[in-house]
């Protein structure tokens, strides 16, 4: 008899965890896809190609600069007396020194631009995909992007036309790679 009751309430208390399973609704989303369809990306490719050229050009100029400074040195370094010889290779390492930095500078300001430009881009998306679940009445929602699930049914649901909707966005065709 307490084996029965044992059992008797194992059942009872499994209960409850098998109802709530059944509500359980899961859908998955490709960020990825939304994000690259969004229109703001063409502007935000723009903004990023004119910032990377003002700095390209700038580095040429240095480039330029620390060049002839080389050809001059090599040229002329057989007659140069040498604290002459000393104080142009000080001044080429100089120049080089100031190429490094100014392109980590570089690159930091356009990775920093990108950032600032790109995620209220990220924020407008994270919210349709929440407002898509809410309004669908899902419990979760994995991101098929970030490669978050191992497996996924046939009969899963892929919210992602519904967060396509929801941002207004529609699908285009990919751009052609870069030759």
Do not use: C
């Not at 084996?3 to 998955?28: D, E, R, S, T, Y």
């Not at 142009?88 to 356009?110: C, L, M, Y």
């Not at 430009?117 to 309004?135: C, H, Q, R």
Request: aromatic share 6%.
């Amino acid at each position: 008899k307490k084996m029965i009751k044992k059992v008797a309430l194992f059942l009872i208390a499994l209960l409850p965890l098998g109802a709530m399973a059944q509500n359980v609704k899961l859908g998955h989303v490709n960020s990825q896809e939304v994000i690259s369809v969004m229109p703001e990306l063409e502007t935000i490719e723009k903004t990023l190609k004119e910032l990377q050229d003002q700095w390209e050009k700038e580095l040429l100029k240095m480039r330029e600069e620390y060049n002839t400074k080389v050809k001059e040195f090599v040229d002329k370094q057989a007659t140069m007396p040498e604290t002459i010889k000393t104080a142009r290779q000080s001044e080429i390492a100089e120049i080089e020194q100031r190429i490094t930095t100014f392109n980590q500078t570089a690159n930091a300001d356009v990775v920093k631009k990108q950032q600032e430009l790109v995620n209220p881009v990220l924020d407008k998306v994270k919210k349709a995909i929440s407002d898509v679940a809410t309004e669908g009445g899902y419990t979760y929602i994995f991101d098929i992007s970030t490669q978050g699930v191992v497996f996924q049914a046939k009969t899963a649901n892929d919210i992602t036309p519904l967060v396509k909707k929801k941002l207004g966005v529609k699908d285009q065709p990919a751009a052609p790679a870069a030759k």
